[in-house]
Nanobody
Framework: QVQLVESGGGLVQPGGSLTLSCAAS????????MGWYRQAPGKQRELVAS???????NYADSVKGRFTISRDNAKNTVYLQMNSLKPEDTAVYSC??????????????WGQGTQVTVSS
């Protein structure tokens, strides 16, 4: 009932920038939280950044000062601006969204993931 479409991944050199976006659509009443997670090969998935409907943000220590999460509530879209990228940022980045459907049921949905590769 909720679809997430991600875009913006790719290959970038160390020190470069990328912006990821994730648009949610479907029978959505409200979105409480939107966030980005990443999983590198051989590692567990980890939270990168999240943002509430009120704009409260949370970042992993490893990305503080380099990444910025933002959202457009009118478009049900979340963005992740990634600056000063490092090779260790290489991972599959996935969008997560939690909220309520028009039926009142809560939802917790994931995007398909987008590859970010930081390499020279």
């Amino acid at each position: 009932q909720v679809q997430l479409v991600e875009s913006g991944g790719g290959l970038v050199q160390p020190g470069g920038s990328l912006t990821l976006s994730c648009a949610a659509s479907g029978s959505i009443l409200s979105i409480m939280s939107m966030g980005w997670y990443r999983q590198a090969p051989g590692k567990q998935r980890e939270l990168v950044a999240s943002i509430t409907s009120g704009g409260r943000t949370n970042y992993a220590d490893s990305v503080k000062g380099r990444f910025t999460i933002s959202r457009d509530n009118a478009k049900n879209t979340v963005y992740l601006q990634m600056n000063s990228l490092k090779p260790e940022d290489t991972a599959v980045y996935s969008c997560n969204t939690m909220g309520r459907l028009l039926t009142g049921t809560r939802f917790d949905s994931w995007g398909q993931g987008t590859q970010v590769t930081v390499s020279s």
